[in-house]
T-cell receptor
Framework: DQQVKQNSPSLSVQEGRISILNCDYTNSMFDYFLWYKKYPAEGPTFLISISSIKDKNEDGRFTVFLNKSAKHLSLHIVPSQPGDSAVYFCAAPRIQGAQKLVFGQGTRLTINP | DVKVTQSSRYLVKRTGEKVFLECVQDMDHENMFWYRQDPGLGLRLIYFSYDVKMKEKGDIPEGYSVSREKKERFSLILESASTNQTSMYLC?????????????FGSGTQLSVL
């Protein structure tokens, strides 16, 4: 049962434009979400997170939006840069306050010059 | 910075071999994890350890075992490697605070079982 789903395997965006990566979840008990970024030949690194008590969290060029009623979150990158080309995973702790994360399938983002 | 080190970047093994994947973290983290990453499936949790000698099964533990004799080291063991265990294996660690601490990952071990 894929509790966290990223339905777009890949996304291609022009440099300088906005990148929007989407994630859906099925478990209404999830109360915290994270985005990880992964370059080839490297492990995933933490990018940004959001608690369910918020609907938006911003960190520089990265903003995560949470729509609890739709069980949907999105990561916005503005403006997109070539160094943002990577695979992005959304994740949620399967138990509140724990770090056993369940991950989505990942979206490969390519930023074109 | 937290450093999570996986002993091998690439491994090639034969079917039926016993395989050891080693992971060491240098930040005194209580929690350690083994995930595997496969295209279209994301990262899936194999095993989790929250203390020395303690372990808990993840979503796909079949065919794997783990060992945590020291706090900084977490080993993944493939008892008898099979071709469907060809994958990228990622080790991670985190603090145990009761909150939502982020995971720190190693660079991964790409295992090919022939």
């Amino acid at each position: 049962d894929q509790q966290v789903k990223q339905n777009s395997p890949s996304l291609s965006v022009q440099e300088g434009r906005i990148s929007i990566l989407n994630c859906d979840y099925t478990n209404s008990m999830f109360d915290y979400f994270l985005w990880y970024k992964k370059y080839p030949a490297e492990g995933p690194t933490f990018l940004i997170s959001i608690s369910s008590i918020k609907d938006k969290n911003e960190d520089g060029r990265f903003t995560v939006f949470l729509n609890k009623s739709a069980k949907h979150l999105s990561l916005h990158i503005v403006p997109s840069q070539p160094g943002d080309s990577a695979v992005y995973f959304c994740a949620a702790p399967r138990i509140q306050g724990a770090q056993k994360l369940v991950f989505g399938q990942g979206t490969r983002l390519t930023i074109n010059p | 910075d937290v450093k999570v080190t996986q002993s091998s970047r690439y491994l090639v093994k034969r079917t039926g071999e016993k395989v050891f994947l080693e992971c060491v973290q240098d930040m005194d983290h209580e929690n350690m994890f083994w995930y595997r990453q496969d295209p279209g499936l994301g990262l899936r949790l194999i095993y989790f350890s929250y203390d020395v000698k303690m372990k808990e099964k993840g979503d796909i533990p079949e065919g794997y075992s783990v060992s945590r004799e020291k706090k900084e080291r977490f080993s993944l063991i493939l008892e008898s490697a099979s071709t469907n265990q060809t994958s990228m294996y990622l080790c991670a660690s985190s603090l145990s605070t009761g909150g939502n601490e982020k995971l720190f990952f190693g660079s991964g071990t790409q295992l090919s079982v022939l």
